[in-house]
């Protein structure tokens, strides 16, 4: 933050805290209070922290930990009745089932009521395997039309949702070397954010789109 400066958005993450409650103080805490109220207090400290620095900077966190929290669980965030961070909510299947599986109505819904702005998260690549190295397109865009279903459709979404934010990652688990990385999904991109622009999955569209992005005129891209 020093070096860039008082930048308009932090994600600070938050996701995958599976350590909670390690001291005593916290295990007490726990024992009281539960385990989402500890979480809760440990995001407050973030956000407070950040906001006095910075009052300017938007924080964004990553949704995992709070997705399936209640209604009434999900209020343990707000500082001086207001919530100050963003939700960022990931889905990242090309599958219907799989999607609506990860993200479940009512949760989402639930998260665009509490927090009043909230981002979606899709993915333009995601190491399926463990030695990917090229993008599954159909997966990738597919994922893209589901969240446009899902913003559109959803009257909850239509309000708080953002934006989309294009991400995905590059390592089937966190102890394998890196697979599928950027280079080599580039093509991936273009077409997942010509899905998002053109709102639809029209062929021609992404076939076009991508061979004016890449510069790919008059080679055989299937050669
Ligand atoms: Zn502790």
């Known amino acids: 933050m020093q ?27 726990q024992e009281e209070a539960g385990t989402n109220a500890l979480y809760a207090k440990f995001i407050q400290k973030v ?5 006095k620095k910075y009052p300017a900077t938007q924080m964004m966190a990553w949704d995992d930990m709070f997705r399936s929290w209640s209604y009434q669980d999900m209020q343990k965030f707000r500082v001086k009745g207001k919530q ?4 960022c909510v990931w889905s990242y299947s090309g599958n219907s089932e799989g ?15 509490e927090f009043r702005a909230v981002w979606a998260a899709s ?9 990917q ?16 279903d899902k913003v559109t459709l959803n009257p909850s979404c239509k309000q708080a949702i953002q934006g ?7 390592r089937f688990t966190h102890e394998m070397v890196l697979c ?41 891209l299937f050669a």
């Open 3 to 29: 070096l860039l400066g008082e930048v308009p958005f932090l994600h600070i993450g938050a996701d995958e805290v599976f350590n909670l409650a390690t001291c005593r103080n916290c295990q007490f805490f």
């Open 123 to 131: 993915c333009f690549k995601g190491a399926c395997t463990p030695g």
């Open 47 to 51: 956000i407070k922290h950040v906001s």
């Open 164 to 170: 989309i934010i294009l991400t995905g990652w590059s």
């Open 180 to 220: 599928e990385l950027l280079c080599t999904s580039l093509p991936s991109l273009v077409l997942c954010l010509t899905v998002l622009e053109k709102q639809s999955l029209s062929i021609s569209a992404l076939y076009s789109e991508m061979v004016a992005s890449l510069n790919l005129k008059g080679r055989d």
């Open 99 to 113: 999607f609506n599986q990860t993200i479940k109505n009512q949760s989402l819904s639930q998260l665009c009521l």
């Open 84 to 87: 100050l961070i963003q939700p």
């Open 133 to 148: 190295t090229l993008v599954d397109f159909q997966e990738r865009v597919y994922n893209q039309k589901h969240w446009l």
